[in-house]
């Protein structure tokens, strides 16, 4: 079973930037869409961006469209998620996680497995 460590969460001020990484151990990763989904205290978690299995389709949440970047090298075996222009709203704890799929792209959280233990992420006003 795939294992993930996400990193590069941290304190920021608004309209800053973070770049996360999700680094990956253990089969399967390269086979399949990988997504990032965050949950903000008290609220349930929600989907953000993902790609697919080659990084070639992308797909995001209205709100981080425009603002956040997912990718990822197969041959390093991690995924990224560069966000821009970072707002309060922003503030969670952002996990990684693998699709079921190699092309489909769910925004659904159950749809995810293998999830990472999460970076926390904190924009201050």
């Known amino acids: 079973q795939v294992q993930l460590v996400e990193s590069g969460g941290g304190l920021v001020q608004a309209g800053g930037s973070l770049r996360l990484s999700c680094a990956a151990s253990?089969?399967?990763?390269?086979?399949?869409?990988v997504g990032w989904l965050r949950q903000a205290p008290g609220k349930e978690r929600e989907f953000v961006a993902a790609?697919?299995?080659?990084?070639?389709?992308?797909s995001y949440a209205d709100s981080a469209k425009g603002r956040f970047t997912v990718s990822r090298d197969n041959a390093k075996n991690t995924a990224y998620l560069q966000m821009n222009s970072l707002k309060p709203d922003d503030t969670a704890v952002y996990y990684c996680?693998?699709?079921?799929?190699?092309?489909?792209?769910?925004?659904?959280?159950?749809?995810?497995?293998?999830w990472g233990q999460g970076t926390q992420v904190t924009v201050s006003s």
């Open positions: 790609t697919s299995w080659t990084g070639a389709s992308s």
């Open positions: 996680a693998v699709g079921t799929s190699r092309v489909v792209i769910s925004k659904e959280p159950a749809d995810y497995r293998s």
């Open positions: 253990g089969p399967s990763f390269n086979n399949y869409a």
